[in-house]
């Protein structure tokens, strides 16, 4: 069993950085895929970036070059650090989780290719 809790959540205005934080725990294994979505009210959940365990990274579009998913160095913590924030960028940030090896795909996986979740938290950017 793998737990994720995500922090780092917060209010910006547009141009404004922050940094999530994801902490998990459990035996995660060797290969894992380690993933960051969000989700507006009234929208569909969507990938936002993918790391997995070799440490190739994958970007939503919309998030290339501002937006960088990390691993630190124990692997149990996956950050995604967002500069040049946007109003749209503004939604429900969770981090999610899959065990064991998986294709690596240039773009972020869907939800249904996760196993465990986080809470969430909340990020609002302001015009």
């Known amino acids: 069993q793998v737990q994720l809790v995500e922090s780092g959540g917060g209010s910006v205005q547009a141009g404004g950085s922050l940094r999530l934080s994801c902490a998990s725990s459990?035996?995660?294994?060797?290969?894992?895929?380690m993933g960051w979505f969000r989700q507006a009210p009234g929208k569909e959940r969507e990938g936002v970036a993918n790391?997995?365990?070799?440490?190739?990274?994958a970007y939503a579009d919309s998030v290339k070059g501002r937006f960088t998913i990390s691993q630190g160095n124990a692997k149990n913590t996956v950050y995604l650090q967002m500069d040049s924030l946007k109003p749209e960028d503004t939604a429900m940030y969770y981090c999610?989780?899959?065990?064991?090896?998986?294709?690596?795909?240039?773009?972020?996986?869907?939800?249904?290719?996760?196993?465990?979740w986080g809470q969430g938290t909340q990020v609002s950017v302001s015009s």
């Open positions: 790391i997995y365990s070799l440490g190739y990274t």
């Open positions: 999610a989780a899959r065990m064991g090896w998986v294709p690596t795909l240039s773009v972020p996986r869907s939800p249904g290719d996760f196993d465990y």
């Open positions: 459990g035996d995660t294994g060797r290969y894992y895929l």
